[in-house]
C-alpha cells in the first residue's frame, strides 16, 4: 500500500488523507466521523458546500490558534466541524455532545484494561 498522501488537488476534499484505493484512517473513530458526515450528507441535513466550509472554518481557526499541522490532527478538524454543523442544524446540543463524551469518558476509566468498552443503555 502507497503512503498516504496528505494533498490531492483533485480530490473534492483536497487535503483528506488517501491513498490510491481511497481514504485512509488511523484509527476506527475517524472513519466512523467521516461515516457519519457521509449519512448525514446523505440525508440531506446539510449539503456539501456547507460541509466544505464547516471543515475549511474549523481548519483555518486551527491555524489561527497556532495548533501545528504534523498531518495527524485532520480528523480531529473534521470532528469539530461536524459537531458545529450538528448544533448549527438544531440536530443536537452542545450540553448533549458534552454530556455523551462524559459518558463515554466515565466508562472507558471504569472498564478493566482489554474489554470492550460499553455504556449504559438508556
Known amino acids: ?4 498522501s496528505v494533498h490531492d488537488p483533485k480530490s473534492p476534499l483536497p487535503f483528506q488523507p488517501r491513498d ?4 485512509v484512517f488511523r484509527e476506527p473513530w475517524e472513519a466512523q466521523v467521516f461515516a457519519m458526515t457521509v449519512h ?5 441535513y446539510f449539503t456539501w458546500p456547507e ?5 475549511s ?4 481557526a486551527a491555524k489561527n490558534r497556532g495548533e501545528a499541522d504534523l498531518g495527524d ?3 480531529h478538524h473534521w470532528l469539530r466541524a ?4 450538528v448544533v448549527g442544524k438544531g440536530l443536537e446540543t452542545t450540553s448533549a455532545i458534552e454530556e455523551r463524551i462524559e459518558t ?11 474489554h470492550s468498552v460499553e455504556l449504559d443503555a438508556k
Do not use: Q
Open 73 to 75: 490532527t485532520y480528523y
Open 57 to 60: 472554518t474549523e481548519i483555518n
Open 82 to 85: 461536524l459537531e458545529t454543523i
Open 20 to 23: 490510491e484505493d481511497g481514504p
Open 1 to 4: 500500500m502507497a503512503s498516504p
Open 40 to 44: 448525514l450528507h446523505a440525508a440531506d
Open 51 to 55: 460541509w466544505t466550509e464547516a471543515l
Open 104 to 114: 463515554w469518558r466515565r466508562a472507558y476509566l471504569a472498564t478493566p484494561h482489554g
